[in-house]
């Protein structure tokens, strides 16, 4: 992320400006922030069911970084989904886990 510091008032602001890439942006994505190791997969199998049906190609599941719990678990389980094609971390942001479903 870019930021600037910015004088007003002799009070200093931060801004803070988020670099939005339009790729991962078109993608139908899942955020599981805040679930749990057990419960992390109900919510992504579901997600990869629906969008199988709808016959989307690629999905995001965006995790976050922090010590990698859902990360290693959703990545554990999509080895084992015939569903699932291939998954890759996002270069431009690792927080993410792009899913390629199998026709």
């Given at each position: 992320m870019d930021s600037s510091v910015v004088e007003n008032n002799?009070?200093?602001?931060?801004?803070?400006f988020k670099k939005i890439?339009?790729?991962i942006e078109i993608l139908p994505q899942l955020d599981v922030h805040g679930y749990t190791e057990?419960?992390?997969m109900?919510?992504?199998n579901d997600f990869i069911e629906d969008n199988y049906k709808l016959r989307r190609k690629k999905i995001v599941v965006i995790h976050g970084?922090?010590?990698?719990?859902?990360?290693?678990?959703?990545?554990?389980d999509l080895k084992r989904n015939k569903k699932v094609k291939k998954y890759y971390l996002y270069n431009m942001n690792i927080g993410c886990t792009i899913i390629e479903l199998e026709f």
């Open positions: 002799n009070q200093i602001q931060h801004k803070v890439d339009p790729f057990d419960t992390v109900t919510v992504v970084n922090g010590a990698h719990i859902l990360r290693n678990k959703i990545h554990k």
